[in-house]
């Protein structure tokens, strides 16, 4: 069935940067909405960023500024640019896309921000 592939986690340096990508294949109808959240160690699963079809994005708080979410509706992708990485930016992160009949989730990838 649905298969979102995600990958450009990693180690990265504080003050660093991170590109994050989200590639769905399989069976599913239209996608409409994509998403990045992400879980800290300890912490609850949040929002990081989102992107409608028609372009509308919508950032947490914590990361206005710093990141920044693409999608193409076309390739059914989405890339979340992460830039002046903090500490508190460590977790896995999450792909999540939404289409007519569900919303899906990918396996998550880890991201440690640490020098």
């Known amino acids: 069935q649905v298969q979102l592939v995600e990958s450009g986690g990693g180690l990265v340096q504080p003050g660093g940067s991170l590109r994050l990508s989200c590639a769905v294949s399989?069976?599913?109808?239209?996608?409409?909405?994509m998403a990045w959240y992400r879980q800290a160690p300890g912490k609850e699963r949040e929002l990081v960023a989102s992107?409608?079809?028609?372009?509308?994005?919508t950032y947490a708080d914590s990361v206005k500024g710093r990141f920044s979410i693409t999608g193409d509706y076309a390739r059914n992708t989405a890339n979340l640019q992460m830039n002046s990485l903090k500490s508190e930016d460590t977790g896995v992160y999450y792909c999540w896309v939404r289409d007519f009949a569900d919303g899906y989730w990918g396996q998550g990838t880890q991201v440690l921000v640490s020098s």
């Open positions: 399989g069976s599913f109808r239209f996608i409409n909405h």
């Open positions: 992107i409608t079809v028609g372009g509308t994005t």
